[in-house]
Each structure stands twice: as structure tokens, then as C-alpha cells.
T-cell receptor, first 112, second 112 residues
Framework: DTAVSQTPKYLVTQMGNDKSIKCEQNLGHDTMYWYKQDSKKFLKIMFSYNNKELIINETVPNRFSPKSPDKAHLNLHINSLELGDSAVYFC???????????FGNGTRLTVT | AQSVTQLDSHVSVSEGTPVLLRCNYSSSYSPSLFWYVQHPNKGLQLLLKYTSAATLVKGINGFEAEFKKSETSFHLTKPSAHMSDAAEYFCVVSEWDDKIIFGKGTRLHILP
């Protein structure tokens, strides 16, 4: 059984479009994250939710909007996609900050 | 605020020789520290974690890391490199405020 699953695995779209990436975890964790990994492999935290409430919102353009309908899901919606949004986006969850992160397999977003 | 510095962006070692990947951190409180590994086109996998128990932490695949508070270091080592160890390695620090911060990664190359 997949613990943290992201869909889609690949997403190719044109500039200006709006797209969503979904994330679900079946681990019962309270905290979920979105990370962006750029072409240099640098992982940057974007958002964190704890039990459906936003607790971390880094300096991310407001074109990015996370949504957590329940504590098992944290979706990422991106409006007006730009070339610089091309990256791999990872969802992760953890029961607490002192526990390891469980990662999804990533969504490779390519904006053309 | 916490931060993580991985001192080498690339490390190359010959198969069968020791591996040393360096990580320094800064943290206001007692941090939790982790090492993750990312193989090409894969998600991230936990190698090991330090959470204020023993300062020498053993992980998977023969890796170890030693927490040295006086040096604010958490270097990752392995006595003998294997070709399958070629990957990107991330040092991670987390604190009570739910922020989990990744280092910029070290690419480990294994030479035959």
C-alpha cells in the first residue's frame, strides 16, 4: 500500500494554464508538506499544514494555493503557470517534526 | 532560525573506499537531524535520524552519522562505498516550530 501518493506523476502544460497536483497519505499523520525541487536538486519548503490548518507559508507566489480538505489530503493548485514553475514537486507527511518525513514519489511539472 | 549547510556539492570516491559527506547546522534549540538519500528520478528515502539519544546514529545500507554539538556537525559516513550508493544526499534539520529545512544536497559519485 502506498503511504504517500501524488498524482499525476508527470504534468506537461503551457504557460498561463491552471493546474492541480493531488497528495494523499494513509499514515494517519497530522502534518503534511509541499516541497519544490529545482533543476539543481535544491529542495525548498513551500507549505505545511497541520490537521488541515496552514502553519507554514514560505515566500511562495500567491499563484500557488494549497488546499487541505481533510488531514489526509493536501492538494496544490497553481494558477497562471510560468516557465520558472517547472520543477519536481514533492508531498510529504510526518506525525511530528521530530519524526522522519514520508515522501511521495514526486510530480514532475514541465511548463512550456 | 535553523539552517543547514552541506559543505560539498559533489563528492567522488572509489568503490570500496570510505565515504564522508559533511553537514553543519545551526539551531536555536535541540534539533532533530536527518539524512535522506535520493536516487536518480526517485523520491527521498530516510537513511538515519538523530533525536537526542545516542550521538552515533546507525542507518540503513551501512551508513552512520555522528552528532557533534560542539562542532554543530552531523557528518555522514560509510566505511566502504558501493556503486549503488551513487545518489544525492540531503542533510535535514527540524525544530519545534514545524519547519523542516533541507541542505542543498551532496551528489555522491562512485568511481569503479
Amino acid at each position: 500500500d502506498t503511504a504517500v501518493s501524488q498524482t499525476p506523476k508527470y504534468l506537461v502544460t503551457q504557460m498561463g494554464n491552471d493546474k492541480s497536483i493531488k497528495c494523499e497519505q494513509n499514515l494517519g499523520h497530522d502534518t503534511m508538506y509541499w516541497y519544490k525541487q529545482d533543476s539543481k536538486k535544491f529542495l525548498k519548503i513551500m507549505f505545511s499544514y497541520n490537521n488541515k490548518e496552514l502553519i507554514i507559508n514560505e515566500t511562495v507566489p500567491n499563484r500557488f494555493s494549497p488546499k487541505s480538505p481533510d488531514k489526509a489530503h493536501l492538494n496544490l493548485h497553481i494558477n497562471s503557470l510560468e516557465l520558472g514553475d517547472s520543477a519536481v514537486y514533492f508531498c510529504a507527511s510526518t506525525p511530528s517534526v521530530n519524526s522522519p518525513l514520508h515522501f511521495g514519489n514526486g510530480t514532475r511539472l514541465t511548463v512550456t | 532560525a535553523q539552517s543547514v549547510t552541506q559543505l560539498d556539492s559533489h563528492v567522488s570516491v572509489s568503490e570500496g573506499t570510505p565515504v564522508l559527506l559533511r553537514c553543519n547546522y545551526s539551531s536555536s534549540y535541540s534539533p532533530s537531524l536527518f539524512w535522506y538519500v535520493q536516487h536518480p528520478n526517485k523520491g527521498l528515502q530516510l537513511l538515519l535520524k538523530y533525536t537526542s539519544a545516542a550521538t552515533l546514529v546507525k542507518g540503513i545500507n551501512g551508513f552512520e552519522a555522528e552528532f557533534k554539538k560542539s562542532e554543530t556537525s552531523f557528518h555522514l559516513t560509510k566505511p566502504s562505498a558501493h556503486m549503488s550508493d551513487a545518489a544525492e544526499y540531503f542533510c535535514v534539520v527540524s525544530e519545534w516550530d514545524d519547519k523542516i529545512i533541507f541542505g542543498k544536497g551532496t551528489r555522491l559519485h562512485i568511481l569503479p
